[in-house]
């Protein structure tokens, strides 16, 4: 079946430190890939997706590139801010393209 | 566009009483979805519609739980009778046709005593 895995946290990082935040998944098909965003008290927001292997999402300076030969969608920022601190969730859709299969969460936590 | 709201925002009641949580779905989007967060078992999806129809169900906890969709602008999650082991964040989602973006509503967090 549909899953992804996601590295447990918490992750705690200085400020201006370099976060990956590693996610891997198993799926039927060539699904599209999502990174997802919770900040404190609200709900998930889209961060950046990819559609196809190789496509790299980017948004609010994270990267994540679809690598279909290790199956997995790696989170990246080269400098994180406090106001970064949230939980962020890999996911995934099936191949309908409705349901969206996500990982556990990884909680970012960044000091000042 | 005001985006998914969701009603209401905090509950808490009593074991044995019904809760009614409330969700508004972005105008236009075709697709409707509601889903439980807890810290035990993540962010799980528990039904969805599609232009008001229910399509998958399968996620709903048991009989306790029901869901509607009586038109495109309203929808409901019902839990009766309630239990303490229902108590979590509700999220409800919308998504337009032939996107993939689901956007999230603010969540109603449920207590049960």
């Known amino acids: 079946g549909n899953s992804v895995t996601q590295m447990e946290g918490p992750v705690t990082l200085s400020e201006e430190a370099f976060l990956t935040i590693n996610c891997t998944y198993t799926?039927?098909?060539?699904?599209?890939l999502f990174w997802y965003v919770q900040y404190p008290g609200e709900g998930l927001q889209l961060l950046l997706k990819?559609?196809?292997?190789?496509d790299k999402g980017s948004n609010k300076g994270f990267e994540a590139t679809y690598r279909k030969e290790t199956t997995s969608f790696h989170l990246e920022k080269g400098s994180v801010q406090v106001s970064d601190s949230a939980v962020y969730f890999c996911?995934?859709?099936?191949?309908?393209?409705?349901?969206?299969?996500f990982g556990a969460g990884t909680i970012l936590r960044v000091k000042s | 566009d005001a985006g998914v709201i969701q009603s209401p925002r905090h509950e808490v009641t009593e074991m044995g009483q019904e809760v009614t949580l409330r969700c508004k779905p972005i105008s236009g989007h075709d697709y409707l979805f509601w889903y439980r967060q807890t810290m035990m078992r993540g962010l799980e999806l528990l039904i969805y519609f599609n232009n008001n129809v229910p399509i998958d169900d399968s996620g709903m906890p048991e009989d306790r739980f029901s869901a509607k969709m009586p038109n495109a602008s309203f929808s409901t999650l019902k839990i009766q009778p309630s239990e303490p082991r229902d108590s979590a964040v509700y999220f409800c989602a919308s998504q337009g046709w032939g996107g993939e973006t689901q956007y999230f509503g603010p969540g109603t967090r449920l207590l049960v005593l």
């Open positions: 799926a039927t098909g060539y699904p599209s």
């Open positions: 990819a559609t196809k292997a190789d």
């Open positions: 996911a995934l859709t099936t191949i309908y393209g409705n349901k969206l299969v």
